[in-house]
Nanobody
Framework: QVQLIESGGGLVQAGGSLRLSCAASGRTFSIYAMGWFRQAPGKEREFVASINSNGVSTYYADSVKGRFTISRDNAKSTVYLQMNSLKPEDMAMYYC??????????????WGQGTLVTVSS
């Protein structure tokens, strides 16, 4: 089973930026779609962004569109989430996820352990 390890979370002021990374084990990273989710205290986990296996197609939640960018480096088996113009409402635990082959769908094969993003106002 693929292991996903997130990093890059931390404390940032509102308006600041962070880049999250998710390193995947295994040799088949490049064939799977990848995604980011987040969960704030007391709230359900919500979708943030996804990217298909070759990195061409991306999709974002309306709440982060224009501020966040998902990307991947298949040679490094890593997916990234660049977060700009952070808002207090972006504060959450961020989770990396592995989807199915090729295009992103509702199917989630694996989850990372999460990395905490704290945004101070």
């Amino acid at each position: 089973q693929v292991q996903l390890i997130e990093s890059g979370g931390g404390l940032v002021q509102a308006g600041g930026s962070l880049r999250l990374s998710c390193a995947a084990s295994g040799r088949t990273f490049s064939i799977y779609a990848m995604g980011w989710f987040r969960q704030a205290p007391g709230k359900e986990r919500e979708f943030v962004a996804s990217i298909n296996s070759n990195g061409v197609s991306t999709y974002y939640a309306d709440s982060v569109k224009g501020r966040f960018t998902i990307s991947r480096d298949n040679a490094k088996s890593t997916v990234y989430l660049q977060m700009n113009s952070l808002k207090p409402e972006d504060m959450a635990m961020y989770y990396c996820s592995q989807g199915g082959r090729g295009t992103w769908s509702q199917y989630i094969a694996s989850w990372g352990q999460g990395t905490l993003v704290t945004v101070s106002s």
